[in-house]
């Protein structure tokens, strides 16, 4: 599938899911700490591409494990200023990490497929424009999120199930930050 009739360029926004996309996943569990969080393979290297075409990067990610009090929101940032402290080491960037720590179904939902984290970057850097956004994410909710907000999105396989379709779907962060620097 061809991206080059998007028309990205360097005034679009990326919008990362976290787990599945950036770090491994662990299925039915969640990453408490930073000696649990293990980057998948070429990710860093995918971010430093990624960085000399969108103007914003963003990580949107559901952490409910919060709300269950298996951790709390303290490692939560522990945990993400590693991972930009070695995205940034790498030569990529992430500007702002939002989450969303509520249980699933709480009242003031805010996690994906909801729009709260998307709007929360947008009063913060008002230049967003999500038609000129991506969602990239390996689960129907972070499709859902893209496409509820009018992002572009991009599904990373992965072996859970597919309800969604994204507008474009690739093996790894690393095929699409490729196919990017290959039809842009």
């Known amino acids: 599938m061809s991206i080059k009739k998007w028309g990205i360029d360097s005034t679009w926004t990326l919008f990362l899911d976290r787990d599945g996309v950036i770090n491994e996943r662990v299925f039915d569990g969640y990453i408490l700490t930073v000696s649990e969080f293990n980057f998948i393979d070429g990710v860093k290297k995918s971010l430093s591409l990624l960085k000399r075409h969108f103007n914003?990067?963003?990580?949107?990610?559901?952490?409910?494990?919060?709300?269950?009090?298996?951790?709390?929101?303290?490692?939560?940032?522990?945990?993400?200023?590693?991972?930009?402290?070695?995205?940034?080491?790498?030569?990529?960037?992430?500007?702002?990490?939002?989450?969303?720590?509520?249980?699933?179904?709480?009242?003031?939902d805010t996690r994906k497929p909801k729009p709260a984290m998307a709007l929360a970057a947008k009063r913060d850097f008002s230049e967003i424009d999500f038609k000129q956004s991506v969602m990239v994410g390996d689960t129907d909710s972070d499709i859902l999120f893209g496409k509820n907000i009018g992002m572009k999105t991009v599904r990373i396989k992965t072996k859970e199930k597919i309800g969604i379709e994204a507008d474009c779907t690739v093996e790894s962060l690393y095929e699409f930050a490729k196919m990017i620097e290959n039809e842009i």
Do not use: P, W
Not at 79 to 90: E, K, P, R, S, V
Not at 91 to 98: L, R
């Open 56 to 108: 914003l990067s963003f990580i949107v990610t559901n952490q409910q494990g919060i709300a269950k009090g298996l951790m709390t929101e303290r490692n939560l940032i522990d945990i993400h200023a590693y991972m930009c402290d070695q995205i940034l080491q790498a030569g990529g960037k992430i500007d702002q990490c939002y989450f969303a720590s509520n249980i699933r179904g709480a009242q003031n």
